[in-house]
């Protein structure tokens, strides 16, 4: 385990958790897996209150996603679909795929930032195709903030349930994070190897 989180989390409380949840959701890979179960276990001790700790983590958390959401906004639809005109390969998408994607973003994005949210290795990155689309900041923020609650409350209660075995659910969801995350990353290589624009 980073111990470097956990001494952080001692030292500095609820602003750590936010601190850190922030930093989880603007810059991959900071391991929210191992940094609300060390929270939620601390809450089980006693040191830390249960729903503080869900609350600094979903807040530093949809604080991280603004980040990701403003570049989308700045970048616009439009710019995106020059650049994949130009460059497609490298998302990989052809411009038929990104407008079928952008329209069912506009139709299905609150879902898809909710269960987003959800997703390791999709976590951070669901709030850019949210500002490309142009959703409204407060929808965005609700949705985000409806994901974000649901994934700090799980983590808090594995690690406040498991108490001293805390480290080994989170070693297991590290293990697992690491899979999706490796999983996506395979894909995206054969996407770009054999990408074709139709």
Known sequence: MDEWIVELIVQHGY??????????SAIPPLPSE???PFAGYAAGLGELNGVMVVLAGTLGSVA???AWYAIGRWIGAERLRNWVGRHGRWLPLSERELQKALDWFEQKGHLAVLVGRLVPGVRTLISFPAGITG???PRFLLW???GSLLWCSLLTAVGAFLGERYE???NDLELVTKAVVATLALVYSWRVATFKDA
Do not use: F
């Open 64 to 66: 991280g996603t603004l």
């Open 15 to 24: 602003s750590a958790i936010a601190l850190l949840m922030l930093l989880e």
């Open 34 to 36: 191992l940094i609300m």
């Open 135 to 137: 959703m409204e900041l």
């Open 144 to 146: 985000t903030g409806a």
């Open 168 to 170: 080994l659910a989170s």
